[in-house]
């Protein structure tokens, strides 16, 4: 799973964590590496190890075995050397209380042996790219939870990191503040800044990694691009279809079904009852009938509001998995429609989401 | 263009030291806890100085004109009172902020990453705990002063700086042990099982020798820190008025005993910070 980059930043080699007293290990012979510039998403649900793989490169873990390194630097060896290039804004907010905003960044850029110029520089310019300009002389314990995470993000780049590791930044933000924070990981990217986050948010892996690795229990289970990704789930490709019969006759949704899933290509058929929420990228449909509405109860005109040409209810509708592309499959169906007298109202093609592919490797059941 | 293979290989080693050692880091360490303390420094002595105001008052005054104590009682009592405060003020400086830190702002996370050893940042907390416990200590003298209306001392100055030190010293590395041993949700409980025994076993309202009469509670108090601070801040403050113990030995066994409680209280300090 492992291929060799030519610029690698991060090298995490069969990492393994094991906590003392615990059956199983936490991290179960992880290998990954990061290019520079890179922004690299480790995806799974809670539990799954992806905080303790993080924790051992950022040096607060001691792996078990394996080796994790940081622009070759051995992190368990020389923490000290590693904790200069990166830095970490972690899921909890750990802003010093006692300090105001501005200070914040200042002492740590201290810590960091910046000097003082050139913190008093920095800390002016990050808290204005972070929108916290006029919020500087505040106290951060006052701070709301999108402020907080802001100001940990530009608290974590005024030394200037090699590598930046953000665990869950945008969990329990609103979306503007999550935007704003997506917004910030693609100017670092611009800037050559390695980027490594975890998140259990589909959208965001696939917003901002342009690798991502799935992680659960311990384990990496597949590391690609997001688009390599959803490749892998079976049935590549899904079509969705809306079939209405002529005036004064139901579609007949038994024979319907059967000759669908006859059709070569297609792997399995799924009826899906009106007022289901369509896959990812359908959006809400011309067929959300009215709820509670049976099927086919609408006006005999069959005309919505707006709805120009699509009946609002009414008619039956499919997906279709297909073992070939979605696209080529719409001739045949349209000719079996034909032959039924029946026609097709509206189509939609999909492809697998990467919160398919998770589910495809993690499963459904729940995590405790 | 210097040969692209001498870039290569010096690139990681220049860009991981760029500034500063890790003693820059401790520096910037400690100026943040002195930075925070100064901007709060009317709210800290008002907290570090009560309770030894009112044993001075108390004990040195209220009871000496009552005649249940001797005229120069006050005189032995604040010796004693600022070994106590200098002890109690590093142990809590210590203690407290770790439990708070570790478990519930988790402020030291943004330390525990800063380019220093793990172990340095844990002796800048005993560092900077010891300044603190100095300060307070310090600042009891003028108090000593102005509520028993004059002191009668003959200062040993090398003596009351070394004890002073050491006392700073052994009680926050006291506090270092605490606060890293002990849960977060126990350490109500720890403060009053360790603070009040320790409060009234180091011989601080009295002169060691003159247990003689209770030989088990003698023995009992040796065991703790500060009956040997107590005991050289007699030594160096009224040298002539009560026994005490040789200074020496006071000193040995109080530095002693600093390195080891300091030893275990870093290991117990990586064991919180690193898993």
């Known amino acids: 799973m492992t291929e060799p980059l030519d610029d690698a930043i991060v090298e995490v080699s069969d990492l393994v964590k094991r906590y003392p007293k ?67 804004v972690p899921q909890r907010v750990n802003l010093d209380r006692s300090l ?114 799935i992680m659960d229990n311990g384990r990496l289970l597949a590391l690609d691009t997001p688009a390599a990704l959803t490749a892998l789930v079976p049935g590549d490709s899904m079509l969705e279809i809306n079939v209405a019969a002529p005036a004064g006759r139901e579609v007949d949704t038994v024979a319907l079904e059967a000759g669908l899933a006859a059709l070569p290509g297609v792997e399995r058929v799924e009826r899906v009852r009106a007022g289901a929420p369509a896959f990812a990228g359908a959006g809400a449909g011309p067929w959300g009938g009215p709820p509670g509405g049976p099927p086919g109860a609408g006006p005999p005109w069959g005309h919505g509001n707006g709805a120009a040409g699509a009946p609002a209810t009414g008619g039956a509708r499919f997906r279709l998995y297909c073992t070939v592309d979605a696209a080529a499959m719409v001739a045949p169906v349209i000719g079996l429609l034909a032959q039924s007298g029946d026609t097709l109202d509206d189509l939609n093609l999909g492809r697998p989401s990467l919160e398919d592919v998770f589910i495809n490797f993690t499963g459904r059941r729940l995590r405790g | 263009m210097t040969a692209p293979t001498t870039t290569e290989a010096t690139a990681p080693v220049a860009a991981a030291r760029p500034r500063g050692g890790p003693w820059r880091a401790f520096l910037a360490i400690l100026g943040r806890d002195l930075f925070v ?43 004693g009172t600022i070994a106590l405060t200098i002890v ?13 830190e570790f478990s519930f702002t988790r402020e030291i996370e943004d330390r525990l990453l800063a380019p220093l050893p793990t172990s340095l940042v844990a002796v800048e907390k005993v560092v900077f705990a010891a300044l603190r416990g100095l300060l307070a200590g310090a600042v009891m003298f003028p108090i000593g002063w102005l509520v028993l209306g004059g002191l009668h001392f003959d200062v040993q100055p090398g003596e009351l700086l070394v004890f002073m030190v050491l006392g700073a010293l052994v009680g926050s590395a006291m506090g270092l042990l605490l606060g890293t041993a002990v849960p977060a949700n126990r350490i109500n409980i720890a403060f009053a099982v360790v603070l009040t025994p320790l409060l009234f076993t180091g011989a601080s309202q009295y002169p060691w020798a003159s247990l003689d009469s209770l030989r088990w509670f003698q023995v009992i108090t040796l065991l703790n820190p500060l009956t040997y601070v107590s005991e050289g801040m007699r030594a160096a403050l009224i040298p002539g008025l009560v026994p005490h113990m040789t200074p020496w030995v006071a000193m040995l066994v109080v530095a002693g005993a600093t390195v080891a409680i300091a030893a275990v209280g870093v290991r117990g300090f990586i064991r919180r910070a690193v898993d």
């Open chain 1, 22 to 88: 615990r059956p199983v290990n936490a991290v179960d012979g992880v290998s990954f590496s990061v290019g520079r510039g890179e922004v690299f998403g480790l995806l799974g649900p809670n539990g799954a190890g992806k905080t303790t793989t993080i924790g051992v490169l950022t040096t607060r873990v001691v792996p078990t075995g394996g080796v994790a390194r940081i622009q070759g630097i051995d992190v368990a060896r020389d923490p000290v050397a590693a904790r200069r290039l990166l830095a970490v």
């Open chain 1, 100 to 213: 105001s905003a501005r200070r914040n960044l200042l002492f740590h850029a201290a810590y960091f042996g910046v000097p003082p110029a050139e913190r008093e520089r920095r800390a002016d310019e990050l808290l204005d790219q972070f929108g916290l300009a006029d919020r500087g002389n505040d106290k951060v314990d006052r701070f709301s939870g999108g402020q907080s995470q802001r100001l940990m993000i530009a608290r974590a780049l005024m030394h200037e990191p090699t590598v930046l590791f953000l665990d869950e930044p945008t969990t329990g933000l609103d979306p503007q503040a999550r935007l704003f924070v997506w917004d910030r990981v693609r100017d670092l990217r611009e800037r050559g800044v390695t980027v490594v986050l975890t998140t259990h948010d589909m959208d965001e892996a696939e917003a901002l990694a342009d690798r991502v690795g």
């Open chain 2, 37 to 79: 303390t100064w901007n709060e420094l009317p709210v800290f002595l008002v907290q570090v100085i009560l309770q030894p105001f009112f044993i001075i008052f108390v004990f040195g005054k209220v009871l000496t004109n009552l005649g249940f104590a001797q005229a120069n009682y006050g005189d032995v009592l604040i010796p």
């Open chain 2, 88 to 100: 109690l003020t590093a142990l809590q400086s210590t203690a407290l902020p770790l439990v708070i």
